[in-house]
């Protein structure tokens, strides 16, 4: 797979890096940080596009004030025609209108061991969305990137601090990545006005990459000379040591998730069955490819049979599945694992990574077979 993330840490006897824990709990500024932030209810993959409220979020610091009245848009930097928009003038350019499924890169990162302590998500950070805006390529072609110009820093009009380093929220894209087609200035989900939360009244979206490239709450776009080393340009890649330079966390590792079947237990969402037949069904998407296959297991993963699928939802989101699974009584553990064109699948086991990131190992679900009809 094409990640970078090295094999699991989970039985080293070293000394633990900084920011790692050996135990499962997470800590109180964890449980604060899950509480400005939260993953998409797993029953929320019945739908093709994630209801706004129920799509993954995450803010590293504060939600911005915004006042799209006032609100500019500058490309500067090493372009032959800086521009300045308003949000008048974006919304008067050609608009378009892209479903993409967007996933935050440490989704998983609890199921890791040792953990890596952060935003503590269990597998549930992803949601599919109706994203409106203009294409970002007019625009820089409009500005012009001159010959010298490697990589365009998005910058967003949140800032904080984070390990003692206090800035905006910063990412950069090499130049022909951010060319791409469908890569947009959003100022619409699902068909109304951006919630704050999602980054009002502008964000980046880049299809295909890990939520934390697009940009929320979108200032400026500046061209550079040279690779861009903003903090959360390299707090995003993969490493196993803190002093490793490690490789950069960019595309989506192929995932697939099911509709956990029957009904839940409060407290542990284990899952209760009664024996019979059951269609379970779920979705699956990559960055790196379509996805071509979807397998189910019964028995925790030592054999898997196919899943039927159904079709993307856009060339950007991801694509349903359906199993058709025999019930019988007594406890199991269903599996379900996706792999793409680009001959990418997801492994058992999670690899280990000091962020956490592209932790894309199966999904388990524990369910109890009752034996009543």
């Known amino acids: ?15 633990l890096p900084d920011g790692v824990s050996s135990s499962s709990e997470v800590s109180l500024d964890e449980l604060q940080l899950s509480q400005r932030n939260h993953g998409m209810h ?4 019945r739908y093709d596009v994630t209801p706004a409220g129920m799509h993954y979020l995450l803010i590293h610091f504060d939600v911005p004030e915004a006042d799209e009245a006032s609100w500019k848009l500058s490309v500067d930097g090493l372009v032959r025609n800086p ?16 479903t993409v499924t967007m996933e935050c890169a440490g989704n998983g990162r609890a199921r890791l061991s040792p953990r890596p302590i952060s935003q503590p998500w269990l597998g549930e950070a992803v949601g599919t969305a109706e994203w409106t805006g203009t294409p970002l390529r007019p625009l820089l072609e409009e500005a012009g990137p001159l010959d010298g110009a490697v990589e365009l820093v998005f910058a967003g009009a949140d800032r904080g601090i984070h390990k003692e380093v206090e800035h905006d929220y910063e990412r950069s894209l090499p130049i022909a990545d951010a060319l791409g087609d469908e890569v947009l200035l959003a100022y619409e989900m699902n068909g109304d006005p951006l919630p ?3 980054g009002f009244p502008l964000r980046l979206v880049v299809p295909c990459w890990y ?3 697009s940009v929320k709450w979108l200032t400026r776009i500046t061209a550079v000379r040279e690779p861009f080393e903003g903090f959360q340009q390299l707090a995003y890649r993969y490493r196993q040591e803190p002093e490793d330079d490690g490789t950069p966390v960019t595309r989506m590792d192929p995932r697939s998730l099911m509709i956990p079947p029957g009904i839940p237990d409060f407290m542990t969402r284990s899952r209760i069955v009664d024996r019979g037949r059951h269609v379970l069904r779920g979705r699956a998407w990559s960055g790196w490819g379509a996805i071509e296959r979807v397998e189910v297991s019964e028995d925790g993963g030592s054999t898997w049979a196919s899943a039927e699928l159904g079709d993307a939802v856009s060339p950007y989101a991801w694509r349903s599945w359906s199993f058709d699974w025999d019930a019988r009584p007594g406890v199991v553990e269903l599996c379900c694992r996706a792999a793409d064109t680009a001959g990418n699948e997801q492994p058992l086991e999670p690899s280990w990574n000091l ?9 388990r679900v524990s369910v109890e077979v009752r034996a009543r009809a």
């Open 1 to 15: 797979m094409a990640t970078g993330a090295a094999v699991s840490r989970g039985t080293d006897p070293e000394p």
């Open 42 to 45: 797993l029953e929320g993959l």
């Open 83 to 98: 521009i300045e928009l308003s949000m008048a003038d974006l919304r008067s350019r050609p608009s378009v209108t892209t």
């Open 196 to 198: 704050p939360q999602h």
């Open 211 to 213: 939520g934390m490239t």
């Open 355 to 363: 962020g956490g990131f592209s932790n894309n190992a199966v999904q």
